[in-house]
């Protein structure tokens, strides 16, 4: 099956900074999503971005199908960022399956 | 997107018992999934739920230890079978929008069994 790697799997990050989050895949996807896993556990949806760039306030991701790698940058962060991030992917013809990464756990202390 | 529920929230189970969870969408969709999240991990699923027929379930995954139903475009259950406390988990539900590949989960069910 298809391999997901997430990097750095742990970040500590001052209030105010900006980081980059990466997710590295082993082959070709239909579906890449970004999730942030709250400290209640709720996953929740930050960006469907199979290819391209997209933008959501202070949170932007970029995914580069052809070099199978997708980036996610926050910006400024707050305390309300922390949790846990996670890259999930569909592989071409998986029937829908979802193959999450181990998932990048985030601290922005005040 | 979806507004999915599940319940129940969390519970204690002792080992040898059965707990079913229910998950709700407030929409039609063709795709219903579940996943478990031990302690620490990432999401693994279990199976997917299909509407009037048996689950497609993962390797590693099966019927007898998690009965899964789907009677119809908005409900299913998942049975945690015979537990024992390495099921101890979070076991979400999630869908899939018609038209779409995104994916939508409910808010969870953390399990504990002692």
Same mark, same amino acid.
Request: glycine share 8%.
């Given at each position: 099956? #298809? *391999?997901?790697?997430?990097?750095?799997?742990?970040? #500590?990050?001052?209030?105010?900074?900006?980081?980059?989050?990466?997710?590295?895949? /082993?082959?070709?996807?239909?579906?890449?999503?970004?999730?942030?896993?709250?400290?209640?556990?709720?996953?929740?949806?930050?960006?469907?971005?199979? /290819?391209? %760039?997209?933008?959501?306030?202070?949170?932007?991701?970029?995914?580069? =199908?052809?070099?199978?790698?997708?980036?996610?940058? #926050?910006?400024?962060?707050?305390?309300?960022?922390?949790?846990?991030?996670?890259?999930?992917?569909?592989?071409? +013809?998986?029937? +829908?399956?979802?193959?999450?990464?181990?998932? %990048?756990?985030?601290?922005?202390?005040? | !997107?979806?507004?999915?529920?599940?319940?129940?929230?969390?519970?204690?189970? *002792?080992?040898?018992?059965?707990? %079913?969870?229910?998950?709700?969408?407030?929409?039609?969709?063709?795709?219903?999934?579940?996943?478990?999240? *031990?302690?620490?991990?990432?999401?693994?699923? #279990?199976?997917? =739920?299909?509407?009037? /027929?048996?689950?497609?379930?993962?390797?590693?995954?099966?019927?007898?230890?998690?009965?899964?139903?789907?009677?119809?475009? %908005?409900? !299913?259950?998942?049975?945690?079978?015979?537990?024992?406390?390495?099921?101890? /988990?979070?076991?979400?539900?999630?869908?899939?929008?018609?038209?779409?590949?995104?994916?939508?989960?409910?808010?969870?069910?953390?399990?504990?069994?002692?």
């Amino acid at each position: 099956g #298809i *391999q997901v790697e997430q990097s750095p799997p742990d970040l #500590i990050l001052q209030e105010g900074a900006n980081s980059t989050l990466r997710c590295n895949f /082993s082959d070709s996807v239909n579906n890449l999503q970004w999730f942030h896993q709250n400290p209640w556990g709720q996953l929740i949806n930050l960006f469907y971005i199979p /290819s391209g %760039t997209k933008q959501n306030g202070r949170l932007s991701a970029t995914t580069v =199908a052809t070099e199978r790698y997708s980036l996610l940058y #926050i910006s400024s962060s707050q305390t309300t960022d922390s949790g846990v991030y996670f890259c999930a992917v569909e592989q071409n +013809n998986a029937g +829908n399956m979802l193959t999450f990464g181990g998932g %990048t756990r985030l601290m922005v202390k005040p | !997107s979806a507004v999915i529920s599940q319940k129940p929230s969390r519970d204690i189970c *002792q080992r040898g018992t059965s707990l %079913t969870i229910q998950c709700q969408v407030d929409s039609q969709v063709t795709m219903m999934f579940w996943y478990r999240q *031990q302690p620490g991990q990432s999401l693994t699923l #279990i199976a997917t =739920a299909n509407q009037g /027929s048996e689950a497609t379930y993962e390797s590693g995954f099966v019927i007898d230890k998690f009965p899964i139903s789907r009677p119809n475009l %908005t409900f !299913s259950t998942l049975t945690v079978s015979n537990m024992s406390p390495e099921d101890s /988990s979070i076991y979400l539900c999630s869908v899939e929008l018609a038209f779409s590949y995104e994916q939508y989960f409910g808010p969870g069910t953390r399990l504990t069994v002692t």
